[in-house]
Antibody, heavy 127, light 108 residues
Framework: EVQLVESGGGLIQPGGSLRLSCAAS????????MSWVRQAPGKGLEWVSV???????YYADSVKGRFSISRDNSKNTLYLQINSLRADDTAVYYC?????????????????????WGQGTLVTVSS | DIQMTQSPSSVSASVGDRVTITCRAS??????LAWYQQKPGKAPKFLIY???NLQSGVPSRFSGSGSGTDFILTISSLQPEDFGTYYC??????????FGQGTRLEIK
């Protein structure tokens, strides 16, 4: 069974740093593309970052230069290092597993969609 | 960036009703569109991918259609457990994906 369990959230002062973790089971993180998506209180979903199976990383403009996505293959865990935190970073942060298409009949293709999500971890930035 | 606009922002319907939610992209995204359902305090659930393909385990009363810029999520016969907020997501510009602002579905 695929499971994603986030941790590491909490109350942090503006300008501070935090590392979020997403422990995966039931599949191999390094074989999938994985993303972080956040949701501010009462708001919609906002994509934050992705790491491809090959290790390439990409970020939303709103977090570029402040956030860093990584993974530990030995722990089958995804991370998000968040620095220079601002009040508008306050949100529930979800990790999500990428969904692959097998329709081509060849190798599975990343689609940009997400089939499994963790329960989320809340980051509150406030003094 | 590709903008996704959903309508309506909220809808109230009765059990058994047919419900439609629309998602419009700011540019052609072919069929690179997914739909998710989110219940309060829970993670999003993956419902439909590539505009019209039902994810495994999702009830057949859910269906999706559309291509290009206009897409529709239909619930053919609303059930009490279908309440929540529905989001569309485009992946045409993956990795730079974007979500719609959400449509809140309330059961009368």
């Amino acid at each position: 069974e695929v499971q994603l369990v986030e941790s590491g959230g909490g109350l942090i002062q503006p300008g501070g740093s935090l590392r979020l973790s997403c422990a995966a089971s039931g599949f191999t993180v390094s074989s999938n593309y994985m993303s972080w998506v956040r949701q501010a209180p009462g708001k919609g979903l906002e994509w934050v970052s992705v790491i491809y199976s090959g290790g390439s990383t990409y970020y939303a403009d709103s977090v570029k230069g402040r956030f860093s996505i990584s993974r530990d293959n030995s722990k089958n865990t995804l991370y998000l290092q968040i620095n220079s935190l601002r009040a508008d970073d306050t949100a529930v942060y979800y990790c999500a597993r990428g969904f692959y298409s097998y329709s081509s009949g060849y190798s599975p293709s990343p689609t940009g969609f997400f089939d499994y999500w963790g329960q989320g971890t809340l980051v509150t930035v406030s003094s | 960036d590709i903008q996704m606009t959903q309508s309506p922002s909220s809808v109230s319907a009765s059990v058994g009703d047919r419900v439609t939610i629309t998602c419009r992209a700011s540019q052609d995204i072919s069929t690179w569109l997914a739909w998710y359902q989110q219940k309060p305090g829970k993670a999003p659930k993956f419902l439909i991918y590539a505009a019209s393909n039902l994810q495994s385990g999702v009830p057949s009363r859910f269906s999706g259609s559309g291509s290009g810029t206009d897409f529709i999520l239909t619930i053919s016969s609303l059930q009490p457990e279908d309440f929540g907020t529905y989001y569309c997501q485009q992946a045409n510009s993956f990795p730079q994906i974007t979500f719609g602002q959400g449509t809140r579905l309330e059961i009368k």
